[in-house]
């Protein structure tokens, strides 16, 4: 069973652009999130989509946005980049976390660098 | 609301002895806990997982975690550690019927042959 499927592994945006990343997840699986990993704040929870459905949000700023289609693959954009946005996007997909434990399976990441 | 708190951010050890890696959680619902090892320049690998039942959970690897809720713990050991254990860890919590996992900031381990 292939896992989970995260394009580009790499970018270089400049500042002020904007950028989509990518994801998609294991066959069967209907739910996505997107984590933002940086050196300093560490993983935090950007958004949780279902069903096409964004069912959570953590607390980033509107630049931050995400879609689901119907085949469960996501994307996440990211508009008028900031140096700060510089982090290693994780996308991870489970069957669906709000039921019992379904644990997440993550890609390997979309490491973003804004110049 | 959930937080983990993972004590020390580098643990380093000898290869084949004790690893321990501390976790706290707090949770005002039924916790789940999860423990992820990271390799450089990858994704989040599932090591072990804490749903109900036996508090004593075995994952890959040789690794294993005990649920302690007097302690509000879950901490990571392996008996004897290898230099293939070198990563970095992250322990998460996930409260019933929540939809994200809240992490702590990791603790990089070190095995020194």
């Known amino acids: 069973k292939a896992g989970v499927t995260q394009t580009p592994r790499y970018l270089i945006k400049t500042r002020g652009q904007q950028v989509t990343l990518s994801c998609s997840p294991i066959s069967g699986h209907r739910s996505v999130s997107w984590y933002q990993q940086t050196p300093g704040q560490g993983l935090q929870f950007l958004f949780e989509?279902?069903?096409?459905?964004?069912?959570n949000k953590g607390n980033f700023p509107g630049r931050f946005s995400g879609r689901q289609f119907s085949n469960s693959r996501s994307e996440m954009n990211v508009s008028t980049l900031e140096l700060g946005d510089s982090a290693l996007y994780l996308c991870?997909?489970?069957?669906?976390?709000?039921?019992?434990?379904?644990?997440?399976?993550f890609g390997q990441g979309t490491r973003l660098t804004v110049v | 609301a959930q937080s983990v708190t993972q004590l020390g951010s580098h643990v380093s050890v000898s290869e084949g002895a004790l690893v321990l890696l501390r976790c706290n959680y707090s949770s005002s619902v039924p916790p789940y806990l999860f423990w992820y090892v990271q390799y450089p320049n990858q994704g989040l690998q599932l090591l072990l997982k804490?749903?109900?039942?036996?508090?004593l959970v075995k994952g890959i690897n040789g690794f294993e975690a005990e649920f302690k809720k007097s302690e509000t713990s879950f901490h990571l050991t392996k008996p004897s550690a290898h230099m293939s254990d070198a990563a970095e860890y992250f322990c998460a919590v996930k409260g019933a019927g929540s939809y994200q996992l809240t992490f702590g900031k990791g603790t990089k381990l070190s095995v020194i042959p």
């Open positions: 804490y749903t109900t039942g036996a508090t």
């Open positions: 989509y279902f069903s096409e459905t964004q069912r």
């Open positions: 991870a997909s489970s069957l669906n976390p709000g039921q019992g434990v379904a644990e997440a399976f």
